[in-house]
């Protein structure tokens, strides 16, 4: 694989890996509302990520600045327009996904990325006319089993699944069809605009400010590990990567989830889940096969 290829490769997996083990923090959180939690995430990473660029990316935000005063009328509602949807797209998969994991449970959370990569394979080949090749048909058919398996346990979790992947996936195309924009720059104006969407709820209905530090550590911990990193490594990679390839490494989420599940909060298990995953994994590797020789053999 090429040195480029091979750095937004890396770059799509880590968020994955780190959004699998997201629900540790989160059921620290459990006393808290889910909606407090989001409240604070988002500005919080507000705060972060604007002190990031005001600082050390100043002169990335006015090339964008200058880009964005010369484009046409027409292509400037354009920009604002998806970039708006994807702060509501985004701000929607949060809340829902907080709200899986404390109130629902961790295979709902853990569920929803395992539908997310053939919705977005699906969505990149009707709307961003990316091509599928046999072999990742193929990917695709094995991971279906797997999800098909896996949801024959209880339509309730399955349906809150489907809303968070329904986010997310619109949320990874939309970020595709924005070119031309510094990633971090758009994360920052999406998280301002994920502020004010969630501002109103937060003068109306907002419990007491929180004053303990265990809460306090725990949201910015997940407004810079779990926020700011792998959403900017996530916009990275979809630079030099299909949205149907960075679709299917979404399977590491929930396999990373399943393992943190098991081993960190005692769950059960059974054969036929152990069963699933383990197809999961197979088809990632059927999917990235490609890719994963190119990199064995630069290796070598």
Not at 39 to 57: C, D, G, M, N
Not at 173 to 189: R, T, Y
Request: hydrophobic content about 60%.
């Amino acid at each position: 694989m090429e040195k480029g290829k091979s750095r937004f490769f890396i770059a799509g997996i880590v968020p994955y890996i780190i959004w699998g083990t997201m629900s540790i923090p989160l059921r620290n959180l459990k006393a808290f509302p889910p909606q407090e939690i989001l409240y604070y995430r988002i500005f919080v990473s507000v705060i972060v990520v604007w002190a990031s660029i005001l600082l050390f990316r100043r002169e990335n935000l006015q090339k964008d600045y200058l880009h964005f005063k010369a484009l046409p009328s027409a292509k400037k509602r354009r920009l604002l327009l998806l970039t708006v949807l994807s702060a509501v797209l985004i701000t929607g998969n949060w809340f829902t996904y907080i709200y899986a994991v404390n109130s629902v449970s961790l295979k709902a959370a853990a569920f929803a990325y395992m539908v997310c990569p053939l919705i977005t394979a699906l969505c990149g080949f009707i709307l961003l006319k990316e091509q599928l090749s046999r072999i990742k048909v193929i990917a695709l058919g094995v991971a279906l089993i797997s999800i098909i398996l896996l949801a024959a346990g209880s339509v309730h979790e399955v349906l809150w699944a489907i809303l968070i992947a329904s986010f997310y996936v619109f949320y990874i195309i939309l970020l595709k069809v924005i070119k031309d924009v510094d990633k971090f720059n758009l994360l920052g104006i999406q998280l301002i605009l994920s502020g004010l969407i969630i501002l109103p709820l937060y003068f109306t209905s907002s419990a007491p400010f929180p004053a303990a530090t265990s809460f306090w550590l725990h949201i910015f911990l997940i407004a810079i590990v779990f926020t700011i990193i792998p959403l900017f490594l996530n916009a990275y990679a979809l630079v030099g990567m299909p949205s149907s390839a960075l679709g299917i490494l979404i399977y590491l989420n929930p396999i990373v989830a399943f393992a943190v599940a098991f081993a960190y909060f005692k769950e059960d298990i059974d054969v036929h889940q152990l069963f699933a995953y383990l197809l999961l994994l197979l088809s990632i590797v059927i999917f990235n096969a490609h890719l994963l020789k190119g990199m064995m053999a630069k290796k070598v």
